[in-house]
């Protein structure tokens, strides 16, 4: 197809598309002649995706680039493609490890993932960006007198685990690996907000069965 | 306590609590002398509350005047109580209802609330800002070239579900009202992204135990 059609079927202005190409988010098409270059599936497949991280995602084009990089890297396993990927996108910063909450939080994130059973999760801690970030959140939660039992954090974890099942397997009907990636990242940018309006919803749903609603 | 005391208590400057306290975010300690006032726990836990919407979650303090007007209501039930203080705050945007996609997603919103027999949840779809935002994520999702089933669908949201009574169950272990609608908002705010750190570090998991780590 032809730009006009790729802006088209994409809802995209040509002028965005020009931009993603000279910023190299997007592939050169193959050129037919001097002003004319031919775009396939794969061109619009990889542009909603782009337009996807920068509009909703609101990541930025030098971090989409990065994430870019791993999510074409046919040199690496499955696990670290996915891995390299979501980690090159915005992570929350390094916790202050002299901070009294933290260190309590991480140990019982580390207690959390012993009791779970998550050997490869464990065998992550000191690159994972989502280790890091849940010690943030439960520091934060226990700085503020969040009084709750370990048991608790271990039944949010096991839904959270069902909920990644649920999201490996569809990765999984998709056919390329680079797809399977890209489906990967937009899941993690994408499908969150969806899962927390699911949970408002159900927390409404729960409320008003136990309370009613007068 | 003076507000010595409550500042170190919370680790909240002396200076924040007064600005808080002329911006009513906090109710005025009792009157001991001309310069001193006295603090008592409840002061504690709303300073806590405060603090963490507006630092952690980023909430402008004119919607947490609005939140804690909802909190504090003792004319309402515990659901709405609970409703009016989360659809304070910050919500998306009205989806537009003339995109293809928005109406479309609007008839599986339905559709899937019939399905899994939320009634209550379906009693509030006019006014929710929850149900909208799934229906902004559901068509964005779909834009995309998202290609998911509807039975996916329900099972998210089986497990935001099992989360909710998680959340409820917890919320209700504090004994006053307006302990639980601040539970709630806290919940909201802070429960989420603790939720979604453990849902990517599940993620590594079980893409580690599938695919392994070469």
Excluded at 21 to 33: C, D, K, T, V
Excluded at 169 to 186: C, G, N, Q, R, Y
């Amino acid at each position: 197809m032809r730009l006009a059609e790729l802006s088209e079927r994409s809802g995209v202005s040509t002028a965005t598309i020009k931009y993603y190409l000279r910023e190299g988010l997007l592939a050169s098409g193959r050129q037919i002649n001097a002003t004319t270059s031919e775009y396939d599936d794969e061109h619009l497949r990889r542009l909603r995706m782009v337009r996807a991280m920068i509009q909703v995602g609101r990541v930025p084009v030098a971090t989409v680039r990065k994430v870019l990089r791993h999510v074409d890297d046919e040199s690496l396993g499955r696990t670290m493609r996915l891995g390299a990927a979501l980690w090159s996108l915005p992570q929350v910063p390094e916790p202050d490890a002299d901070d009294e909450f933290v260190r309590s939080a991480q140990g019982e994130t580390e207690q959390l993932l012993e009791t779970l059973g998550w050997s490869n999760a464990r065998a992550l801690v000191t690159i994972s960006p989502a280790y890091r970030s849940l010690v943030v959140a439960v520091a934060a939660l226990r700085r503020l007198g969040y009084d709750w039992s370990p048991e608790l954090l271990v039944a949010y974890a096991r839904l959270m685990h069902q909920a990644a099942v649920l999201d490996l397997d569809f990765m999984e009907t998709h056919p390329s690996e680079a797809e399977k990636a890209e489906i990967a990242v937009l899941g993690a940018v994408l499908v969150q907000p969806m899962l927390q309006s699911l949970h408002r919803l159900a927390q409404e749903e729960e409320s008003g069965r136990r309370y009613g609603f007068e």
